[in-house]
């Protein structure tokens, strides 16, 4: 049993060491200037809902709960609800519609004052935002690829930093507010507008997927992360002026750290995950020392690395379901894990209107078992996310779709192939070369020839000659 043991904490060990020595490989070149519209759509959510301090009063509630809560659970409810609507042939027309509804829920509530009838239409906007955010997610996700994704995630975080100091600092009073948030609404119906069924028709023709382990792994994270940074809000003073500054400006930094993290040295992702755990424990540690205290100021400002988490889990929800999704089990996740996370903005609001003082117990309490099973899971993201057989394609321009004409062969299945050998295989027996394997794939040549060797020596033959005579071909693809 000791043993056993001890091979446990040395593999977790070796999982974790290897973990932070990962790569990913992000080029300003990917950026294509035609795909702008889908980088640029989720600004407005996390914005509108994390602006009740500002936006409405504590004495504003409804149902005795808070805006923030109630504004936050219409949001998860709305992408959950609506986007079960939504189809990818007609997902344009979809989004437009969504679209129309968050304008027409805004518009009124800008001249209302502010009141329970400002709310319940904040509420509403809220619902509709979530329908739009959710087919926004689905485009970032099938529309993008890997260098896209991370600097639309990475410009939703800046925007929002940047929202948090103009807040704090109050530089146009409370008209600043409204005004930022109607750009915002206005360019969130734009680019719905601009929609084009065309960037991720492919979507529809791709094999039925299944829920398998790197989802399932990337699904934590994103649900974990969403858990630990929303209590923040609810702690006391956080939407004080002084908070807000603090909070922003470290964002700004932690959102440009986290590009060079990409572009410069080509840290994963794994390494934001891991940063955001930390700090967002720290803040909540550091809340409970006494107000004005110089920990408490420390704390406003390490919770700017929020950002980090934020762009972390959306850049790998985009790249593993990309990777490993379609359509259907996109549309699970969504209407299944979103609804189910308003709970994240009902147990902080629970806490926070019948027993405040044991807020940040919880905050604690919750973000430690989060991470200590994120650490403990270190094994299954090493095997199943970070270096599986497929990992190479964080490496690429974007992560290649399913493997159509290995899906189309039966002949390679129980081979003991592993899912790039056979994606390669059946290429090979197409009659792409290993240069347009790689082309094709996004990798280097000298991978490709590396996989088509251990395929080789996997099938007991020495050539292509052999692949041909065993298998036959398959009709050649165009790449």
């Known amino acids: 049993m000791a043993e056993a043991d001890n091979h446990s904490v040395k593999n977790l060990l070796v999982s974790f060491i290897s973990l932070l020595h990962s790569k990913d490989n992000i080029n300003i070149r990917n950026v294509r200037l035609n795909r702008i519209k889908y980088m640029l759509i989720f600004p407005l959510a996390p914005v509108f809902a994390n602006m009740q301090g500002t936006l409405f009063s504590d004495s504003i509630r409804l149902f005795g709960l808070d805006a923030m809560t109630l504004m936050g659970s219409a949001y998860c409810l709305g992408a959950g609800m609506l986007f079960a609507l939504a189809k990818v042939k007609n997902l344009a027309v979809t989004t437009r519609i969504f679209a129309s509804f968050t304008a027409v829920t805004y518009i009124p509530w800008l001249f209302i004052p502010e009141s329970p009838l400002s709310l319940l239409l904040a509420i509403l906007f809220m619902f509709g935002l979530g329908g739009c955010a959710a087919c926004a997610a689905f485009s970032y996700t099938f529309a993008l690829n890997n260098t896209e994704r991370l600097l639309g995630a990475a410009a939703i975080s800046f925007f929002f930093a940047l929202n948090q100091i103009d807040s704090g600092l109050s530089l146009i009073s409370g008209f600043f507010n409204r005004f930022y948030l109607t750009s915002l609404v206005a360019g969130t119906c734009i680019c719905l507008f601009l929609y084009n069924t065309n960037d991720y028709s492919e979507v529809e023709r791709r094999p039925k997927a299944k829920l398998n382990s790197a989802l399932k792994l990337m699904l934590y994270f994103f649900i974990a992360h969403y858990f630990v940074e929303i209590f923040y809000t609810y702690l006391p003073g956080a939407s004080m002026p002084d908070a807000m500054v603090a909070n922003g400006a470290v964002g700004v930094l932690v959102v440009v750290l986290t590009v060079a993290l990409q572009f410069i040295t080509k840290r994963s992702v794994w390494n934001m995950c891991n940063l955001f755990f930390l700090a967002m424990i720290c803040t909540y540690i550091l809340y409970f020392s006494p107000e004005d205290s110089l920990f408490r100021y420390a704390a406003r400002y390490i919770h700017g690395f929020e950002q980090m988490g934020y762009i972390a889990a959306y850049y790998l929800l985009g790249c593993v379901f990309k990777k490993h999704g379609d359509f259907y089990t996109f549309k699970l996740c969504v209407v299944t894990i979103l609804p189910s996370s308003v709970l994240s903005y009902i147990i902080p609001g629970i806490f926070s209107a019948y027993a405040p003082d044991l807020l940040p117990h919880a905050a604690t309490i919750t973000s430690g078992i989060i991470f200590i099973i994120f650490i403990l899971l270190s094994p299954a993201y090493s095997k199943h996310l970070f270096f599986a057989e497929w990992a190479d394609d964080f490496y690429c321009a974007d992560m290649s779709e399913a493997p159509d004409e290995a899906e189309e062969s039966n002949m390679l299945e129980g081979l003991g192939l592993s899912p790039r050998e056979k994606e390669i295989a059946a290429l090979l027996l197409c009659g792409h ?47």
């Open 433 to 479: 070369s290993a240069k347009q394997i790689a082309e094709k794939l996004g990798i280097t040549t000298n991978t490709a020839n590396f996989h088509i060797k251990n395929l080789y020596k996997k099938l007991n033959i020495g050539s292509r000659s052999e692949l041909f005579a065993r298998f036959g071909t398959l009709p050649r693809r165009t790449v």
